[in-house]
């Protein structure tokens, strides 16, 4: 009866290694790439912020009291030129970086999606060899009880002595 048992074939693992998609596009980046990501990560942070506020208020005040000289007098035409230039860079800087990181999402939302098929594929493979598992204790279980039903009505044979 058990010689009808069929298992699966052995699943097989037939796919590159899993790599670190973050490595891999850290492995990649041209200088322009890694320029935009730092200023961005410097442009987009507190301590920016903090510096450029300060920054701007040393220069209104160092106007507005003519300290030195009032090289830019309000309403700071020379600030508001250098604040304006400093927006015509880093914006598209920043928006390049933004694209990138938009890119090494898509590829990491890809790559998800291919281990995720190769996980499903795997899983399918074991719940095939569970299901042909169940089947052979079903066929084991079934033959030992064949062979109990017959000795049922055998009693076995008394040792006098």
């Known amino acids: 009866m058990l010689n009808h048992v069929r298992f699966p074939v052995p699943f097989r693992h037939e796919h590159p290694p899993v790599r670190n998609v973050n490595e891999m596009i850290e492995e990649r980046l041209t200088f ?18 903090v510096v450029q506020t300060a920054l ?26 250098f604040l304006s ?10 928006m390049m970086s933004q694209n990138r990181q938009a890119m090494k999402d898509r590829i990491e939302a890809h790559n998800d999606f291919l281990i995720n098929q190769k996980a499903e594929e795997e899983i399918r493979a074991i719940l ?3 299901a042909a598992q ?11 009880a064949s062979l109990r039903d017959p000795l049922q009505g055998i009693t076995p044979p008394v040792h006098g002595g």
Do not use: C, K
């Open 56 to 81: 701007l208020a040393v220069w209104s005040v160092m106007n507005i009291t003519a300290w030195v000289r009032q090289w830019d007098p309000y309403p700071f035409i020379l600030m508001n030129l």
């Open 32 to 49: 322009g790439q890694r320029a935009s990501d730092r200023v961005a990560g410097i442009v987009g942070s507190w301590p920016f912020i």
């Open 128 to 130: 095939d060899h569970l």
């Open 134 to 144: 169940d089947q052979a204790f079903i066929r084991l279980e079934q033959s030992l």
């Open 85 to 94: 230039l400093q927006a015509a860079y880093t914006a598209p800087v920043i």
